[in-house]
Nanobody, 115 residues
Framework: QVQLVESGGGLVQPGGSLKLSCAASGRIFTLYYMAWHRQAPGKERELVAGVNKGGTTNYADSVKGRFTISVDNAWTTVYLHMSSLKPEDTAVYYC?????????WGQGTQVTVSA
């Protein structure tokens, strides 16, 4: 089992930047994919960005060129660097991890983009 704890959310003005962090603990040696998702009020949860053990990343079209996912060498922390933020990026952001075919989720962190 893998435990995930997100941090770094908050209120930011449109056009601003924010970095989210997700710390993994537990059976991290079995991890092979980590990702960020988000869920806005009244909407379904959607994949924002993901990275696998080989370093391949994938992004939602809506965040390409603005968001960057990265992970530390030990695969204990995954980051989401967000820039040029828009009001429509407002959501609860969740970290997820895939290990041995089992998905784990963090508790989420709120990101609000507003003037």
């Amino acid at each position: 089992q893998v435990q995930l704890v997100e941090s770094g959310g908050g209120l930011v003005q449109p056009g601003g930047s924010l970095k989210l962090s997700c710390a993994a603990s537990g059976r991290i040696f079995t991890l092979y994919y980590m990702a960020w998702h988000r869920q806005a009020p009244g909407k379904e949860r959607e994949l924002v960005a993901g990275v696998n053990k080989g370093g391949t990343t994938n992004y939602a079209d809506s965040v390409k060129g603005r968001f960057t996912i990265s992970v530390d060498n030990a695969w204990t922390t995954v980051y989401l660097h967000m820039s040029s933020l828009k009001p429509e990026d407002t959501a609860v952001y969740y970290c997820s991890a895939l290990a041995n075919g089992v998905s784990s989720w963090g508790q989420g962190t709120q990101v609000t983009v507003s003037a």
